[in-house]
């Protein structure tokens, strides 16, 4: 069975970084990380593909968050600068995309249990 592992949230002033870890067992899949603020619906954030060839983010963290993965250990990170009191959430990593664009949270089979992410101003 899968099992999705998110790691590295933490408190941060803003301007500061975090960097997230995500482990999935078994094969390598696509994967990616969305966002929740309180009150908010879930928020596509950045994606990679199973072979780390492609990459893909939404504009409001572009030039500040980095998505990449080690294929060997089947784990995805999410590099985060500069981070803003706006960024603050909980932030889930999902493994497995069959068919669908890569912003689609219901096209994702697996799902960690989300990490916070805390940016104080």
């Known amino acids: 069975q899968v099992q999705v592992v998110e790691s590295g949230g933490g408190w941060v002033q803003a301007g500061g970084s975090l960097r997230l870890s995500c482990a999935a067992s078994g094969r390598r899949f696509t994967m990616a990380w969305f966002r929740q603020a309180p009150g908010k619906e879930r928020e596509f954030v950045a994606a990679i593909t199973r072979n780390g060839d492609r990459t893909y983010s939404t504009d409001s963290v572009k030039g500040r968050f980095t998505i990449s993965r080690d294929n060997a250990k089947n784990t995805v990170y999410l590099q985060m600068n500069s981070l803003k009191p706006e960024d603050t959430a909980v932030y889930l990593c999902?493994?497995?995309?069959?068919?669908?664009?890569?912003?689609?949270?219901?096209?994702?089979?697996?799902w960690g249990q989300g990490t916070q992410v805390t940016v104080s101003s």
């Open positions: 999902a493994a497995n995309k069959p068919s669908g664009t890569y912003y689609e949270a219901y096209k994702y089979t697996y």
